[in-house]
């Protein structure tokens, strides 16, 4: 059996609340967006992650705030 270990888990939070979460584990930064129970994708660094989450919200969305959990 394979288990991921996550190192990190940053939540994304906009005016109403989560928006989606970025998980690091050992393939990279794991973009869900909230009520999805698949990954949008997996990018190479938290600054790509955090972009392809934004580009994923609602069209005009301000940025998200991130906080490390």
């Known amino acids: 059996?394979?288990?991921?270990?996550?190192?990190?888990?940053?939540?994304a939070y906009g005016q109403n609340g989560v928006v989606g979460s970025i998980r690091h584990?050992?393939?990279?930064y794991v973009v869900t967006m909230a009520g999805s129970d698949a990954a949008t994708g997996t990018y190479p660094n938290l600054a790509s992650a955090k972009g392809a989450l934004h580009s994923h919200m609602a069209p005009g969305s301000d940025w998200p705030g991130f906080q490390e959990h």
């Open 25 to 28: 584990d050992e393939d990279g």
């Open 1 to 11: 059996m394979s288990t991921t270990k996550t190192l990190a888990l940053w939540v």
